[in-house]
């Protein structure tokens, strides 16, 4: 997209963030059944993932789970805009958030507070519907575009209500931040090629990172599992839980493997709102071919 047209997408942007929820997410489910074609290669890995993590379903049933996470990820993509662009009058009502007992009690005692979460398609607009709740929204750590266009209109969308982001890779900012008592929302779910072990994930063994144990340590802050989803009436359902019993063990693989049985836990509740066209099992343990 070149950088003159953004100030046209910021506009169509504004708008789509002000629809009813019924609109957004119509609208979200046209452009998906309109772009088909185009999602070639993600319906391809989405299917490949559920494959791998839903031997039980018969071909049918993971063909649809597959099917549906793709369109989910396009309407998430119009409910990423709502997150950065929709007034707060256009959020009323549209969730319910439990567990705020959790963080508050946690920043009481000064802790910065670790929101220990997953790639779903609408986290963003979770985590600004949890800023809502709270009156002040949490950091967030996200992966920087390459393009450097896309990006400057990214952030200066996210900062706007979130504050600066933290990039993926900026370990110094995101302890900083922890260390400074704030609550910031983390995910440490997608494929890690470094300071990683294999642990199952649906079963299926995954490369997942083992350093959040000592980020929490290192910054003297608590991690505080934060999940959510978008129920059949279009409301979202936002809860913060309480630590988990025994984390961290000392064992840093154990405990990433604690992460993920607790995330599988929670994407078996809506499956098709998790993002499974990211190539998860993309790094495989030595002498396994590769799965995409």
Known sequence: MACALL??????????????????????RALAWLAWPLLRSR????????????????????????DASVVNTVVGALELLRAWHAPASA???????????HLRAAQARGQGV??????????????????????????VVVRRHNNACLESWFERSRAAVYGPSIGKKDVRG????LS?????????DQNFTYQNAFVPFFGVPAATLTATPDLVRRANAVLLPFWYH???????????????????????????ARYMR????????????YLWAHRRFKTRPPGELPVY
């Open 230 to 256: 978008r129920g059949d009436d279009g409301r979202y359902h936002v809860r913060i839980e309480a630590p988990w019993p025994g984390w961290p063990s000392g064992d840093p693989a154990e405990d990433a």
């Open 174 to 177: 995101l302890l900083r931040a």
């Open 180 to 188: 400074g008592g704030e609550a910031v929302v983390y995910s440490a």
């Open 43 to 66: 319906r391809r890995i989405a299917r490949i993932n559920v494959d791998l993590c839903f031997p039980g379903l018969d071909a049918t049933a993971r063909r649809r789970l597959a």
């Open 262 to 273: 607790e995330l599988e836990a929670v994407v078996r509740e809506c499956p098709e709102q």
């Open 114 to 139: 670790l929101l220990m979460c997953g790639h779903f398609t609408h986290t963003e607009l979770a985590v600004r519907l949890l800023g809502e709740a709270l009156g002040h929204a949490p950091r």
């Open 91 to 101: 959020l009323a009502g549209l969730a319910d958030v439990t567990g705020l007992e």
């Open 7 to 28: 100030p046209l997408f910021d506009l169509l942007a504004k708008a789509v963030a002000r629809l009813p929820q019924r609109g957004l997410l119509g609208l979200g």
